[in-house]
């Protein structure tokens, strides 16, 4: 089998495997938490394989293409990381004898008719997403099969134009729950198509823009000004470009002015965290668009804010408040980790998410 030599290919592999290693769950006994190293190496790339169905192989804490040469063997949160790039194979320790280990070629060696599986939707963890850490250690989001859906239909139905020929431009990470609910999930669900680019190159994403024809491209602020910094920006076509949905940081009001006005395109900022599968709050599509506001809950959503001191309360009339919300793509909970779920959870259920907001007559 040749080697990848890019971690974010591995995914697509993977997916196509994906009815044999279900096969191979059933037939081998293997449960959630499987560690498959010496197989995995052959593919240049090894970390923990979390679950498995009939469609997609999950990986924890996935590394982008950045990750450090070498083996690294790491501890992140509450999961070990171990990573072959395929250029030092030949540099790693020999596979130790433990059970616990499974051969690639075991895996693969079936007729990839996997046994239906009973889940159960809103219970059942699809995906174990790491928060960024950027205000502690990183921690582990358990988003059930639900939580994402969910949020892929939330995302879906605020589009006025979903029922048209859906062209959307990836350059964010599908390991970021941003990209992977407003690029990956809400595009496939939508039977749209993904010009995937493999990161973000201003001069690269311009001309896919033309030659794709491309409707929609989420993204981050920084993107959006290197695009407008970019010589080629005057010559690119953007009259397919229906909708620009930035997050990941405030969008700038001057920003998003000369974007808008050189492009011609909607952009709207949206607010979202890894414990809501992706998406809160955006500013419509069509409409009135406040600036430096993150626009109003998406459809199911329901927030609120809680009074600063005293997080059992609603914030006074009028005040800033902490942001909570509630709805379908909320998380069930931190994995392994009950004393940050107390932290994050009010009593009733409502997710804290330590942001604090203001909400206007409008909503």
Not at 90 to 98: N, S
Not at 193 to 208: E, G, H, N, V
Not at 342 to 351: K, N, V
Request: proline share 8%.
């Amino acid at each position: 089998m040749t080697a990848l030599p890019a971690v974010r290919q591995l995914v697509f592999l993977a997916a196509e495997l994906a009815p044999t290693l279900a096969t191979a769950r059933g037939e081998l006994g293997l449960g959630e938490g499987t560690t498959d190293v010496e197989g995995m190496a052959e593919l240049g790339f090894v970390h923990e394989v979390l679950s498995i169905d009939q469609t997609f192989l999950e990986f924890s804490a996935p590394l982008g293409p950045d990750t450090m040469p070498g083996r690294l063997v790491a501890k992140r949160g509450d999961i070990e990381i171990i990573s072959i790039p395929a250029d030092r194979r030949k540099e790693t320790a020999a596979v130790p004898d433990d059970p616990r280990i499974i051969r690639f070629s075991a895996l693969t060696d079936n007729d990839a008719r996997p046994d239906p599986v009973a889940i159960d939707p809103e219970g059942d963890v699809a995906l174990i997403q790491y928060t960024g850490g950027t205000t502690g250690t990183p921690k582990g989001a358990m988003l059930t099969h639900q939580n994402l859906t969910a949020n892929a239909r939330q995302v879906n139905a605020i589009d006025p134009d979903r029922d048209a020929d859906d062209r959307i431009l990836g350059v964010l990470p599908f390991f970021h729950v941003f990209a992977n609910t407003c690029v990956l999930n809400r595009t496939v669900l939508n039977g749209g198509m993904i010009a995937m680019l493999p990161r973000f190159d201003a001069k690269q994403a311009l001309q896919t823009i033309t030659r794709t024809k491309a409707t929609a491209l989420p993204g981050v602020p920084t993107m959006y000004q290197a695009l407008l910094d970019h010589p080629d920006l005057a010559k690119t076509d953007f009259s397919s470009l229906r909708v620009c949905i930035s997050g990941g940081a405030p969008m700038p009001a001057e920003l998003r002015e000369k974007f808008v006005a050189a492009t011609g395109a909607s952009l709207v900022e949206g607010y979202g965290l890894t414990e809501s599968a992706g998406v809160v709050a955006t500013n419509p599509y069509e409409g009135p668009v406040k600036a430096g506001t993150i626009g109003q809950p998406i459809p199911a959503t329901h927030i609120r804010l809680l009074d600063k001191e005293d997080p059992a309360k609603d914030a006074p009339e009028g005040e800033p408040g902490e942001l909570a919300v509630r709805g379908p793509q909320i998380m069930r909970g931190y994995w392994n980790r009950p004393d940050a779920d107390q932290d994050s959870f009010t009593a009733d259920g409502w997710l804290r998410t330590g942001d604090v907001a203001t909400i206007d007559a409008d909503g």
